[in-house]
């Protein structure tokens, strides 16, 4: 794959060269705190591949690759050997894209990845590896990361995040990110045994609803006294209407001795627990983001094999409207919205949650997420905020990722965006000058102010 190879226009190339060495902020990941804090150098490739990415496993999978060779016992060169097979012939998959800049970013080298080069790939890594010592820790220095917040459920003790803070060999800013998907899944078996861990981790009994509120805000103070800029929420249900504090604590209240909740009472208590939140994030002035339209875990034969995050979740339907409207409206007429993100897995709707967006302060969309992060999706979002709000606040790319070499693709961002606006430049659409900062403007100074 060519270098540069999504700018297709000469204003794009001028632009990109004004952004392309600007810090990264990460502003959302799955990378491990406990791994970057005890930085171990990786052993091969296919270690850092295909470890816990399961982007890739995903798409091996889809191209017939045996689980054995995934996420099996099958030793790690099997397993990158069958990767390189797959990659060859998934042609417009991001992942050809991602990989090859990884491969050149990284380990300097400019091969094609398929079946033929793949022995020819593995040993020119292994040795780099082995010559740099390559580790989580170089690999974001290497990348311009200024700054990352990991994924961090509310229950956590964020004693890896104490450890980093308290290093003084290493500059990057790694934040928690208070992440509520567990306190809102009253419907799971384990629901009971997750609130014995809230209990654990604010030494304070939960014996009812209120009790249950108290814990969660002494919680989201301490992961603010820990650095703590932002919250998420990525749940697979949006609530349809608001249940006042009387029907969500009964509903709650019997989820504690494991009775089971309808589709009505379930609703109506997420509808409370959202607005709540909103509330604490207000008085925090949390960026808040908004994960939607997601299924988890759709296989369940894998899922009981491997348990969450093994690449079988995927696009749910398009999140209503109407319900959405409804829930941002509440919030900004009981507390007004801190500053908060949509991102929507179906493109479908994407258009009409921008317009929603557009309805209230403080509300904007984020980047194009997960099975939409590719190269139309990109663009496609771009345009849409484009065209339904101001360009100028979109606070850019993020890599939503567990994999220390996905940094990539906030350059693979950069080219896109930098070739978008440098359509318009050369159409006679925009402003040469105004296009030099609004490239910087998304690329890094809107989320960097976020974290001043």
């Known amino acids: 794959m060519e ?24 502003y959302h990941c799955h990378l491990s705190p406990k791994e970057i804090y005890e930085d171990q150098p990786f052993r091969n490739i296919g270690e850092i591949w295909l470890g816990a990415d399961h982007y890739k496993w995903r798409l091996m999978r889809t191209a017939g690759v045996e689980e054995e060779q995934i996420t099996g016992n099958a030793s790690y060169k099997d397993k990158f050997l069958r990767y390189c097979e797959a990659l060859e012939f998934a042609a417009g998959n991001p992942l050809y894209h991602w990989s090859h800049m990884e491969l050149m970013k990284y380990f300097h080298i400019d091969l094609v990845i398929k079946k033929e080069n793949a022995e020819k790939i593995w040993d020119q890594a292994n040795a ?12 974001m220095e290497q990348s311009g990361t200024e700054l990352l917040c990991t994924t961090d459920d509310v ?6 995040h104490q450890k980093i803070a308290e290093d003084p060999s290493f500059r990057i800013r790694v934040l928690p990110t208070f992440r509520t998907d567990r306190l809102f899944q009253i419907r ?17 009994k939960i014996n009812d609803y209120e009790g249950f509120k108290q814990v969660i805000q002494e919680r989201l103070s301490y992961f603010v006294k820990m650095g703590c800029r932002c919250a998420d929420i990525g749940i697979s249900e949006f ?5 006042d504090d009387k029907e969500a604590g009964r509903t709650f209240e019997a989820a504690m001795k494991g009775e089971a909740a309808t589709d009505d009472q379930y609703r109506g208590f997420i509808g409370n627990l959202y607005l709540y939140l909103a509330k604490l994030y207000k008085k925090e002035h949390l960026l808040s983001q908004w994960h939607l339209g997601a299924i988890r875990n759709c296989n369940s034969n894998l899922y009981q094999r491997l348990g969450a995050d093994c690449g079988v979740d995927c696009m749910g339907n398009p999140i209503n409207g109407n319900d959405l409207i409804r829930m941002l409206d509440a ?23 921008a317009s929603i967006a557009g309805a209230f302060p403080n509300v ?55 070739n978008v606006i440098g359509q318009w430049v050369e159409a006679g659409e925009y402003d040469r000058e105004s296009a030099v900062k609004l490239a910087k403007k998304i690329s890094y100074e809107n989320i960097r102010q976020v974290f001043a």
Request: hydrophobic residues 35%.
């Open 3 to 26: 270098k540069n190879a999504f700018l297709k226009n000469e204003t794009a190339k001028k632009l990109y060269e004004t952004v392309s060495e600007l810090p990264i902020v990460d």
């Open 128 to 139: 780099y590896i082995e010559k740099t010592k390559m580790s989580p820790r170089k690999l």
């Open 155 to 160: 229950a956590d003790d964020l004693v890896w």
């Open 188 to 204: 799971q078996s384990d629901y009971p045994a997750y609130l014995v861990q809230l209990e654990q981790s604010s030494k304070r």
């Open 239 to 243: 609530p349809d209407r608001i249940a």
């Open 331 to 353: 919030i900004d007429h009981s507390c007004g919205l801190t500053d908060t993100v949509l991102y929507s897995l179906n493109e479908t709707g994407s258009a009409q949650i």
């Open 364 to 418: 904007r969309c984020g980047a194009s997420w997960w099975f939409c992060d590719h190269k139309r999706g990109i663009e496609n979002e771009i345009r849409i905020i484009a065209e339904n709000a101001s360009l100028g606040n979109f606070y850019g790319m993020l890599t939503d990722s567990r994999s220390f070499l996905s940094y990539v693709r906030h350059d693979y961002f950069r080219q896109i965006l930098c």
